[in-house]
């Protein structure tokens, strides 16, 4: 890890879909650290080929991740305000959340009822 990157852990709270915009494949991800003090930070994927916004495939809400991020300021438009946005690079899942998985359309036929039930 260099200098100008950063790590948060904490468990996943929101997870943006996969958005295009002006040529750019972007998630992001919000990440709370949880304790006496909380903190939330989301972070953002982005990029032209949608390698890093692609990281975050397979990430649910509730999984523990640590997130590997830099941190990049920008002057705004009209010379005022400063915008400040924390980068996302690497996602590593450390503990998968116990929610139930929902059923996929190509696990194969349901299972077949049992006509001898009561009811």
């Not at 100008?4 to 494949?25: A, C, K, M």
């Amino acid at each position: 890890m260099s200098t100008n990157e950063y790590q948060f852990t904490g468990t996943v709270i929101e997870l943006s879909p996969l958005t295009e915009d002006r040529g750019y494949h972007q998630r992001s991800i919000v990440v709370g650290s949880g304790g006496r003090y909380p903190q939330q930070l989301q972070i953002r994927f982005s990029d032209k080929s949608g390698d890093t916004a692609a990281k975050l495939d397979g990430v649910n809400v509730g999984d523990k991740v640590t997130i590997t991020f830099d941190v990049s300021s920008r002057k705004g438009t009209s010379g005022d305000k400063w915008f400040t946005n924390a980068n996302g690079w690497e996602c590593e899942i450390h503990r998968r959340s116990q929610s139930t998985p929902r059923p996929r359309h190509d696990d194969g036929p349901p299972p077949p009822l049992d006509s001898d039930l009561p009811f």
